[in-house]
């Protein structure tokens, strides 16, 4: 691997994954001020075809077979709720009893806080599934917390800290073998394996077209047409466009962009996630140069040291994300503050992202690594890297070079 030329500001944070390239760019321009597509001239026209075009290409690529809707929303976070919402409405609307849904504990907020708020409204029951100590769902933790009167279960596929990838396909048989309805948002793991949901019998999932390439503000959540009509699903956001399930003048601009986002983004996509794998392996290799470093296994079974290391919650194995790493600096004589380090590490031009704050105030820890029950040393010391398609090994090894810089100045190592 060739190191290009420095760059001024090193993203491995979410930038390094969500980057707009020039290309979609330009469609986005192209397609600003084409009017309303509900209109009747010719570019409102144009906007529906473009729109067809789209769903055809999402329905090809995911083996859609005609038995999934797939409706755009203004993100993820509102494809999670809106499912959600809609569940449950038309299960008051329809019957007697209180519902009961399954999720995980490790959800993103936009899905958590609103099943606590359904469960909080008296709307449903809600069980929590805890993850394991390396952040995995189990299948049979969900099983096991099936009641007769559960009606959904929602577990993410990939985890947005960890990168840890659940076997959602196990989980989706499970729910299918008890007539339950299983969704999952897997905003994280879609930009690396476009799933099918036929395949993994998936009722529905949630996507955001900025983990493709494309602007923030597009999502989607795609439902199967079954689920749908059986469950009489209505819209949370009334109006007439999405099929009358999803109102909303569509965003033109932004939908043109996240098409030409999603298609570049599925372009090589083996070859792009094999790279991405690589640099992962480059940084943990790198920084084993220079400390002493251990996967979070092979730390929770080694007797305590003095040393500072560096311990792995994500590793290279395939059940995780590729381009995910969630990284803890460690010494059990001194307090190591993963704030400061990600401060030092900006003032040297390389951005990451802290999951859970050095400070343990309680309202500051991350609810997934808190969920994963680590110890506090693990906690105040964790760092999230995030490695895009177009991360680099320049990029890596400037990375590398910084954070042993900075440990050091910081006085974490000698
Ligand atoms: N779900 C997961 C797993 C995410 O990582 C994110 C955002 O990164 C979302 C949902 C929310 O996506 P959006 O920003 O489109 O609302």
Redesign the pocket.
Known sequence: MECSTGKAVTYLDNNATTLMPPQVVKRMVEWTNKGNPSADYKSAKDCRKLMENFRAAISSKCGLNNQYHIIFTS????S?NMFLRSVIEAHRMNSKFTPHIIISSIE?K?LLNCAVQLAKRGYTELSLIRPDRFGFIHAEDVKNSIRPNTILISI?QAN?ETGAINDISAIAKIAKGKKIIFHT?C??SFSKFLLNPTQLGIDAF?I?F??MHGP?GV?AVIISNKIMKLHHLEAEICGTQNEGMRGGTENIPGLAAAFEGFLLSAENRPEKNSKMLLLKQHIMQGLSKYIECKTYREYLSSPPTNNTIIVFLSTCEKKYLPGTLLLSVVNNKIDVCNGKIKNALEQCGVIVSIGSACNTANSKASHVISEMQVSDRIKKGTLRISLGDYTDVCDADTFVKEFIYVLKNLNYTD
Do not use: P, T
């Not at 993100?75 to 509102?78: L, P």
């Open positions: 993100c993820a976070s509102e999670n993103h936009s993410m947005n948002d905003v994280q949630s955001s900025h983990k923030a999502g």
